[in-house]
């Protein structure tokens, strides 16, 4: 994640945490004719004048029916708005179908799935339709927890990815059963929830299951960039930096560019001499 791709582009990158309701939409993916959960995102934000140039990445990919407490979805966009007032306005507009939690701020042009560590998923049957013994799940869970091809517990379309090793820790307490993964195929959580419940592998229903969150690699969550409130420079209008404090932003109005690099980027200079790496937006 290098800051130099930075200074070349215009755009940043948003992650948007985000709560939906999987019953109110066809699926997660966009589809032609059909209500999704990227396609509404995609519409209603675009309605408000928030845009961006490519497709919306994911933290984690939900079935049809399948809820999220929190998913992650990723653009890389130039807008230079009121974003607060498009969040405030989206979640009037959507009401409870979704609902934007929070929106951080990171760097552009990102593989976003390469920046997740674990997803973490909770399926919540009715205790009453549960067969199966608190031992006899014990045991399944053991069985079905580690590192290992899991190639059994998918579809078809599952079978055809390259890779069906995945590593995923499955635990069962007080009538919930908890996935947490690095990565998972499709439909792999609800045939092991069949598996796990009733002995043998089957789907279950999408409604019971829910992201209940995403996990972001250190690497990423150091390049969130944040507001410095308490920094002022003569003639910056506003001061941003990464977490990691390896990169200062500095936004400058046109004609106080030069004022602020100095002659012969003298002033720029003493800057990086005492904060590193910075660089200049113009606003």
């Known amino acids: 994640m290098n800051f130099r791709g930075v200074e070349k582009t215009d755009k940043w990158g948003y992650i948007f945490t985000v709560f939906y309701s999987g019953e109110r939409f066809h699926s997660f993916d966009e589809m032609a004719g059909k209500i999704t959960v990227k396609g509404e995102f995609r519409r209603v934000m675009n309605e408000l004048g928030f845009t961006w140039a490519k497709g919306i990445q994911q933290g984690g990919r939900t079935d049809a029916k399948v809820s999220a407490e929190r998913n992650l979805l990723y653009v890389s966009s130039s807008f230079q708005g009121d974003l607060d007032k498009i969040i405030f306005e989206f979640n009037e507009k959507m009401k409870e179908s979704i609902f934007i939690r929070k929106v ?5 042009n990102l593989s976003f799935p390469e ?10 049957y009715p205790k009453k339709r549960i067969k199966r013994s608190v031992d ?8 079905v927890s580690g590192t290992y091809d899991v190639s059994k517990f998918t579809d078809k379309k599952g079978l055809e990815l390259k890779e069906h090793e995945r590593t995923v820790k499955v635990s069962f307490e ?12 499709p439909k792999q959580v609800r045939n092991m929830v069949g598996y796990i419940l009733s002995g043998k592998v089957e789907t279950f229903p999408g409604k019971y299951l829910t992201l209940e969150n995403v996990y972001l690699k250190q690497e990423l969550i150091d390049k969130i960039i944040y507001p410095d409130r308490e920094l002022e420079i003569p003639g910056v209008e506003r001061v941003e930096r990464t977490a990691d404090k390896e990169l200062m932003i500095l936004y400058v109005k046109k004609d106080k560019k030069g004022e602020v690099i100095g002659k012969n980027a003298s002033n720029i200079k003493i800057l990086r001499r005492e904060f590193g790496n910075i660089i200049i937006r113009e606003i």
């Open 104 to 108: 951080q701020k990171t760097f552009p």
């Open 115 to 124: 920046y997740v560590e674990e997803r973490e998923y909770l399926y919540r």
């Open 136 to 143: 006899e799940i014990e045991e399944t869970l053991k069985e």
């Open 174 to 185: 007080k009538g919930v059963l908890k996935f947490v993964g690095n990565s998972f195929m």
